[in-house]
Every structure is written in structure tokens, then in C-alpha cells.
């Protein structure tokens, strides 16, 4: 099925991007509003941040560096008041101190109810952990409440916008780092990916190094089950000795995370444990480099 362009409408309310954002798409009667955590007080007196809705809690982990992200749903209230209302709560409680920016979703129509707003955290909460982009900070899992088969190909329409719009307001929440073909095997991807190997044996542990990497339209995706380098070189860059401690990685060297290296150098690095130029080391199956498929333009990732 052939993919449609989309007509995406930015209104920087501030005059700047750094400030609040207001977003609609062509089509769509949803709402959404990115919102800086210390600008929700200009907020005050927009009807549609008074309505019923889904939000989101932008941050990072203070232990892990890693993003974070809490989601909720908020309802109108008895004295008429709703996201807007939730999210300044959320700034004067002290446990959800590590947010910098908000992104919330309601619509133009005031359609949402609380059958709605469930369905949708609770939708948008699995699809947060299944892509594992960010630390999902929710408590519990949200249920979904029970809804028509109809009103659910309503809602399911307005997540797929949703999704849209959050990457486009720089979060990519929802997109997994490489999709796979058959759940639970994370090496089979689809034949339209550029699929790179790196084999060595290793000097330093004795090891066979197998590792495999996808390259996307972000960088370089070093797959989960390859079998890394356990120790570090002498020489390895700092920031890819951080990465490989951060990193889930069994005692037996197996990778049991997708992770994402804008580099290539820096993603063969991870694997070996020390400097590697990435140019050479990936390969494709038939033994060609990645420096070779650039020079040749055969590099359609």
C-alpha cells in the first residue's frame, strides 16, 4: 500500500520553537499541545486545555540518563477544569519532579469522555513499552474499559494520527529502533533492511564476536542477541565504555537490548570493546564492506 504525504500544521504560540507548540493535521479532529514545563501558567484560559485528554511527562532519568516518560488521562472536573488543571498538580508534586515538557492530546470537538480517555492512556502506554524508546514511569497498567467495536476503529484512528504527531514534536515514543518480522526473534527483519555482520575472533577474551546491525534513517542499530566483546580495550572511547555498562548485556556477553549508535564506528566499538572503524568492520552476508556499498550508492537504508 503506497504511503500518503501529510499536511502537518505547527503554530509556534510563543514566536519561538522552544516554546509552546500548538499542532493539528489536515483531517483529524484531534488537538495537540507541546508544552515546556515552565510555561504551563500561560496556558491559563484556553478552553481546549480545559477539556477531557491524554498526557504525556517528557524527562530524563537522573540515575541512568535514560528518557522517561509518564502517561496519563485526564477528565473535566466539577469546577470545570481538565489537562491543564492536571498537569500544574503534577508540577507541585515532588515525585514528578524530572519532567521538562508536557505533550498532550484532546480534540477540537470536546468528543473525549472517560470511555475515550482510557482506552487511549492504556493504548498508549502498551505501545510506549513495546517500542522501548523510553522508561514507561506508570505505576500500573491503565485498563482499557470497555468500548464498541466501533468507537475502538475511532480511537484506533486517532492513534495512528497521534503517533504522527508526536514525532513530529521530537518524540519518537512509539517507533521501534527496528521492526521485526516474526515477534520474539529478534534477528529476522524484513528483506527491504540493509542487514550488516561483524565476526572476529576475539585477542582479548577468546571469543567468536558475532554481531549484527541494521542501519535506519537515524544511525545504526546493533541488534539484540548478538555476542559481544566482554572486555574493555585499553583505548576504548569513554562514551562507548558508558555505553556498554549502561547496556543489558547477560554474563555471557549476549546483547539483550536493541541499541541505537549514530555511527558506524561507534556501533563496532560497542560490539569489541575498544577503537574500530566502522567503514570496514560491517559487512553484508556476501562479504561486502559498508564503505563499499557507499562508494557504490547500493546503500538504500
Not at 103 to 128: D, K, W
Not at 138 to 160: A, C, M, R, V
Not at 186 to 193: A, V
Amino acid at each position: 500500500m503506497t504511503t500518503r504525504g501529510k499536511s502537518i500544521n505547527l503554530f509556534l504560540m510563543d514566536g519561538t520553537s522552544i516554546g509552546r507548540i500548538k499542532c493539528t493535521l489536515a483531517n483529524w479532529t484531534g488537538v495537540a499541545y507541546k508544552i515546556p514545563r515552565t510555561e504551563l501558567d500561560k496556558c491559563k484560559g484556553r478552553g481546549d486545555l480545559s477539556q477531557s485528554g491524554v498526557y504525556f511527562l517528557f524527562g530524563t532519568s537522573e540515575e541512568n540518563d535514560k528518557n522517561v516518560v509518564y502517561i496519563g488521562q485526564a477528565g473535566v472536573r466539577k469546577n470545570g477544569e481538565g489537562i491543564l488543571y492536571r498537569l500544574q498538580e503534577h508540577k507541585r508534586n515532588p515525585d514528578k519532579d524530572y519532567w521538562t515538557e508536557a505533550i498532550v492530546f484532546t480534540t477540537s470537538n470536546n468528543s473525549f469522555g472517560p470511555t475515550e480517555i482510557s482506552y487511549l492512556e492504556n493504548r498508549f502506554c502498551s505501545l510506549a513499552s513495546d517500542a522501548k524508546r523510553y522508561i514507561v514511569k506508570n505505576g500500573n497498567d491503565p485498563t482499557s474499559g470497555n468500548i464498541t467495536e466501533e468507537k475502538e476503529s475511532e480511537l484506533e484512528e486517532f492513534i495512528d494520527y497521534a503517533k504522527i504527531v508526536m514525532g513530529t514534536l521530537g518524540h519518537k515514543l512509539f517507533e521501534k529502533l527496528t521492526e521485526l518480522k516474526k515477534p520474539g526473534d529478534p534477528m529476522d527483519i524484513s528483506n527491504d533492511d540493509l542487514l550488516l555482520h561483524l565476526k572476529r575472533k576475539s585477542k582479548k577474551s577468546g571469543i567468536l564476536i558475532e554481531a549484527m546491525c541494521k542501519q535506519t534513517s537515524e544511525g545504526f542499530v546493533v541488534l539484540k542477541g548478538c555476542l559481544i566483546e566482554t572486555k574493555d580495550s585499553d583505548s576504548i572511547p569513554s562514551g562507548i565504555k558508558d555505553s556498554r555498562k549502561k547496556a543489558q548485556i547477560d554474563q555471557y556477553g549476549i546483547l539483550q537490548e536493541d541499541i541505537l549508535f549514530r555511527s558506524p564506528s561507534y556501533a563496532a566499538a560497542f560490539v569489541i570493546g575498544g577503537h574500530a572503524n566502522g567503514l570496514m568492520e560491517w559487512k553484508t552476508e556476501d562479504g561486502k564492506t559498508l564503505k563499499e556499498i557507499e562508494n557504490s550508492g547500493d546503500n538504500l537504508a
